[in-house]
């Protein structure tokens, strides 16, 4: 099995793993490690950052990346609040799962961007696959549900936990958990009242903080540019269909760039992509290597000069400098 469909079948499993890439004399050589092995000087730095790391010398490389199972937001009851959250997480690419009793405001109609599940919070809740890579937003609505919601979620380790409700009601809910047995470390974790505060006050506004707050979160938490599920599952299927592409991953930058290290796109063979380096004449430079790269089979680096007296020929946005990685992958040919 190649070492990206191991990586895939792991974050599948909810197990976050680091990838560690190393050329020496152009060999290419991949590695899979895990918390709690001895790890070479660049995975343990990007353990430690969690951040994509890069070191070169000469022509020897080594890539060293921590990958997490997926995000996802977790929206619990159907309401305004919720309607709002579902529309902004979908804008900045947040995958969205709806669980809500009432089937008027548990559908595809309401949700046509989320998964919804029509069933009480318990029942549902017992049946998906929370993991530290879960955002909560429990905004049912009753105190009834919400307590009972919490009770089940604080005892997780989710890397968000949020509930929407005044001041007043959230005293009295911390209250009747702590007499339920929730410890005080545990209601640490919960953000309520929920959201930046930015003086909202109608319900898109409120969804407005709390995504935000989401946001700071997740980058406080996943501080790199996190993998994009599309271009995962693509590379997955290249395996079962016998196809080969080319992986461009940026894997260091100076000065002002579209994006940063651990961003990453498909390229195919007819010129389409899956995913986005940045966008504009740079990364239509960085496909026309990636053919090279294809046809070759060998994994090259390419540096693409976007400082303003290089970008202005070319027609580039002005910006810094990006350093890629061209990796063939899928079935290739041996």
């Not at 890539?63 to 309607?83: C, N, Q, R, T």
């Not at 989710?158 to 005080?184: A, D, W």
């Not at 991953?249 to 579209?258: A, D, H, L």
């Amino acid at each position: 099995m190649d070492k990206y469909q191991e990586l895939i079948t792991h974050l599948k499993k909810d197990q976050p793993v680091l990838l560690v890439t190393k050329s020496k004399e152009k060999k290419v050589k991949h590695e899979l490690m895990f918390p709690g092995q001895n790890m070479p000087e660049a995975a343990q730095k990007a353990w430690k950052k969690k951040e994509l790391v890069w070191q070169e010398e000469q022509e020897n490389w080594v890539k060293a990346e921590v990958f997490y199972p997926p995000v996802m937001l977790y929206l619990l009851g159907g309401g305004h609040i919720s309607h709002s959250l579902a529309q902004m997480a979908d804008l900045i690419g947040l995958p969205v799962v709806v669980i809500e009793d009432r089937p008027e405001f548990a559908n595809e109609v309401r949700f046509p961007n989320a998964e919804v599940i029509c069933q009480d919070f318990l029942t549902a809740l017992s049946s998906i696959r929370l993991n530290p890579s879960s955002f909560v937003v429990v905004a049912t609505r009753g105190h009834r549900y919400d307590q009972e919601c919490l009770e089940f979620l604080l005892k997780k380790k989710l890397s968000y936990i949020g509930m929407v409700g005044s001041k007043r009601r959230v005293r009295g809910l911390k209250k009747n958990l702590e007499e339920m047995g929730i410890t005080s470390e545990q209601l640490e974790n919960l953000h309520s009242p929920i959201g930046l505060d930015i003086k909202a006050k109608s319900p898109t506004e409120i969804a407005v903080s709390i995504i935000a707050e989401i946001i700071q979160e997740k980058r406080t938490i996943f501080p790199a540019e996190e993998a994009d599920l599309e271009v995962f599952k693509k590379i997955e299927a290249l395996y079962h269909t016998g196809e080969k592409a080319v992986l461009a991953t940026i894997v260091q930058t100076k000065g002002s760039s579209p994006r940063k290290a651990g961003a990453r796109m498909l390229v195919f063979p007819d010129g389409k992509v899956i995913g986005t380096i940045g966008g504009g004449c740079g990364e239509a430079e960085v496909k026309r290597q990636a053919l090279n790269v294809y046809y070759d089979g060998i994994a090259a680096i390419y540096q693409l000069d976007m400082t303003a007296e290089a970008a202005a020929e070319d027609g580039m946005a002005c910006g810094g400098i990006m350093k890629v990685l061209l990796e063939p992958v899928g079935v290739l040919e041996k």
